[in-house]
Every structure is written in structure tokens, then in C-alpha cells.
């Protein structure tokens, strides 16, 4: 019912900035929560934050709140992590997700992009 595509993902020195889209289609969008999750190589995927429909309520996690900004244009159905003083570690295939605020930030939604690669050179 809802297609994601992930966009704006590549190689930038530490210090850097990115920008990463995430451009939705489906009827149902307009009701969705969007959230962006994070997996390095070798580890576990991660929440790194999420933002209501409306976008008055945002969330992050505390390692990354200050470096990472979540903001969403419904008119163009697409959600945007704004990605500040990037470091190595931030190094990682970056996937958006959406549904219910509760579902997003738990990562129990059946509604995935195709992820992007952000690679972060020291």
C-alpha cells in the first residue's frame, strides 16, 4: 500500500553534510508516521529517529540529536534527514520506514525503502 524510496546517500569526509529523501507513494501516507532507521556492517539496525504526520512531534536518539534533523513536506510526500558533522561511525545503509508513530520507532512496520548507502571517509 505504501512504496519508499530512499535517495541522497554517498561518500563525504568526516565534517561533512548529507541530505537523504525519502519520497512516499500510497493513499495512505498522508496518516503515516516516517522514520529513518540505520545498519552499519556487522551490526544490528538502529533507530535514528522519526516524525509524526503532522510533524510537530519529532523523536532521536540521544547519541544524535544536536547532528541530525528530521523534517517532512507532505505536500510532496517526502520526509528528509538532514545529517550535520558526519564521523566515520555514521558510516551505514540508512532505511525509511513508515506507519504508526508506535510502529515506526519500534521498527514493527511492514513499510521499508530500499535503503541508501552513506559512507563516511576520515
Known amino acids: 500500500q505504501v512504496q519508499l524510496v530512499e535517495s541522497g546517500g554517498g561518500l563525504v569526509q568526516a565534517g561533512g553534510s548529507l541530505r537523504l529523501s525519502c519520497a512516499a507513494s500510497?493513499?495512505?501516507?498522508?496518516?503515516?508516521?516516517m522514520g529513518w532507521f540505520r545498519q552499519a556492517p556487522g551490526k544490528e539496525r538502529e533507530f535514528v529517529t522519526a516524525?509524526?504526520?503532522?510533524?510537530?512531534?519529532?523523536y532521536y536518539t540521544d547519541s544524535l540529536k544536536g547532528r541530525f534533523t528530521i523534517s517532512r513536506d507532505n505536500a510532496k510526500n517526502t520526509v528528509y534527514l538532514q545529517m550535520n558533522n558526519l564521523r566515520p561511525e555514521d558510516t551505514a545503509v540508512y532505511y525509511c520506514?513508515?506507519?504508526?508513530?508506535?510502529?515506526?520507532?519500534?521498527?514493527?512496520?511492514?513499510?521499508w525503502g530500499q535503503g541508501t548507502q552513506v559512507t563516511v571517509s576520515s
Open positions: 500510497g493513499r495512505t501516507f498522508s496518516s503515516y508516521a
Open positions: 520506514a513508515a506507519g504508526s508513530v508506535e510502529m515506526v520507532v519500534r521498527g514493527h512496520t511492514d513499510y
Open positions: 516524525i509524526s504526520w503532522s510533524g510537530t512531534m519529532t
